[in-house]
């Protein structure tokens, strides 16, 4: 081919190549060494497909990535439950659960019980800084909480290792304070101070009583007066059935103690366990009728609230013990 006869670019230039082409030098060709050969690469139109781990992490509709997503996703969920909790409440963990029937009817077991920390949201009625109003105060203000006047607290003594207690303010006495006229000698059975335990009061602090408890908490000798420092929390809310979670985690229930549970009117009818538990209970009215436990005659009862169990302990004899429910 003449120079002349050479082809032209458009843009008058002699370079034709195609940008897509790769050039190869040093390729020998008929016409002679060292010309240049052209070698096309094909283009890549395809688009690459993300298949990292934190893209099918957060996308997986299935397999173990999925599952381990979903776990933290709820974990994540009650976590930011739990501290929205605890700044309303002010108090770690922000619920219990309850443990004893001690404060049947008003509170069961079983109950979650939400807390708040001594001195906030505390009512007109409260005469000390911790904000707990007393049966007696509450009385006199027409203030009442679970269905009976005064404050629910929960209060741990010193050298108790079991779980805190929660019952009712009734009163509060002062040091030296000789305060067996205040008490209602239906919940004790002491002739004077002398045969009244903690009379007169080693130290002022409140008199506490389970709602279902046949005495005070310091006539039976559970508690001295419980001091201000004591109290960790005040009940204010309850819901049904979800301490059970807490309290079959830990061992304090079983499944079979919720399930095959039916009621009417909000009293047990027909639970059954086995092992030597309560057997073939039932109630009517609120009253234990035909109670029985494994191994023992039944006893047949009415007109009380809580009565002897055959081989069993009476709940009136039992502290109201909740369980730390935290966020679980």
Do not use: K
């Not at 509170?107 to 001195?119: A, H, K, N, Q, S």
């Amino acid at each position: 081919m003449d120079e002349g006869d050479r082809p032209v670019a458009d843009d008058g230039s002699d370079d034709l190549t195609d940008p897509d082409v790769d050039a190869v030098d040093g390729a020998d060709t008929p016409d002679g060494p060292d010309e240049t050969v052209f070698r096309e690469t094909p283009r890549e139109n395809a688009e690459t497909v993300d298949e990292s781990g934190w893209y099918r992490f957060r996308h997986d509709e299935d397999g173990a990535l999925m599952w381990i997503r979903e776990m933290l996703s709820s974990v994540a969920i009650v976590l930011v439950l739990g501290l929205l909790l605890f700044g309303v409440s002010g108090v770690w963990p922000p619920m219990v659960a309850v443990e004893s029937g001690s404060m049947e009817p008003n509170m069961e077991v079983g109950d979650l019980v939400f807390v708040t920390e001594p001195g906030r949201f505390a009512p007109d009625a409260a005469t000390n800084d911790i904000g707990v109003v007393t049966h007696e105060e509450g009385t006199a203000a027409d203030y009442r909480t679970f269905g009976s006047y005064g404050s629910v607290v929960i209060y741990q003594p010193p050298g108790r290792t079991a779980s805190p207690i929660i019952h009712r303010a009734m009163f509060r006495v002062e040091e030296g304070e000789n305060w067996y006229d205040r008490a209602d000698d239906q919940y004790h059975n002491a002739d004077d101070c002398g045969e009244l335990q903690h009379c007169p009061a080693p130290h002022g602090g409140f008199i506490t009583l389970g709602d279902n408890n046949g005495a005070y908490d310091q006539a039976n000798g559970l508690s001295a007066p419980v001091r201000n420092d004591w109290v960790t929390g005040v009940a204010r809310v309850r819901v049904p059935y979800l301490g059970y979670v807490r309290l079959i985690a830990t061992g304090q229930a079983r499944v079979g103690d919720v399930v095959g549970m039916s009621t009417e009117g909000g009293d047990v009818v027909g639970m059954s366990t086995e092992g030597g538990d309560v057997v073939g209970m039932s109630t009517e009215g609120g009253d234990v009728v035909g109670m029985s436990a494994g191994g023992s005659d039944p006893v047949e009862t009415t007109g009380a609230r809580s009565l002897g169990m055959s081989g069993t302990r009476s709940l009136a004899d039992r502290p109201g013990q909740i369980r730390s429910a935290g966020t679980a």
